[in-house]
């Protein structure tokens, strides 16, 4: 069973990986990445409603636990972006205020690419602290719908 539960885990945080870099790679191709509002709230949701998904689906026999772990795991460690961008802006991460204000600043600058088109590539200006709590709350959201889901099933 712990090789079912680790399996699950890893298909789900896949699905999220991938769906995260299609999201981004069709934002490059059409030209959102301008629309950093448009992107950071795809970002935040499908990859976590297609996790959903795939754990309401495949997941039903597992426990809450696994659910918690498949779908904030995901949430948490990519805002690890901010260590990313807060690297490529030059900013030290600790000073999160300056990374904050970076992004808000919406200037696509960063120290590693100097090629205009290479820095929307990379961006991070749809990443704030809207995008931070929203990602967060709404992957918690999934998890209540998930628990709740899993109950009525099982009555």
């Keep these: ?38 992107l950071g709230i795809c970002l935040a949701v499908i990859p976590c409603l297609l996790e959903t998904l795939y754990l309401g689906k495949c997941g039903k026999s597992q426990r809450i636990s696994v659910y918690v772990l498949g779908l904030l795991i995901p949430s948490i460690v990519e805002k690890a972006l901010y260590l990313i961008g807060a690297f490529l802006c030059g900013i030290d991460p600790a000073n999160i205020a300056g990374v904050m204000e970076a992004a808000a600043s919406r200037e696509p600058f960063v120290n590693l690419f100097t090629q205009p088109s290479a820095r929307y590539v990379i961006n991070i200006l749809f990443f704030n602290w809207a995008y931070i709590v929203c990602g967060i709350l709404f992957s918690a959201l999934c998890i209540v719908f998930l628990s709740k889901a899993r109950k009525v099933t099982a009555a």
């Design 1 to 38: 069973s712990k090789k079912n539960t680790l399996a699950v885990l890893l298909v789900g945080w896949l699905i999220v990986l991938g769906s995260y870099l299609i999201i981004r790679f069709v934002f490059i191709l059409i030209g959102f990445t301008l629309n950093p509002t448009i």
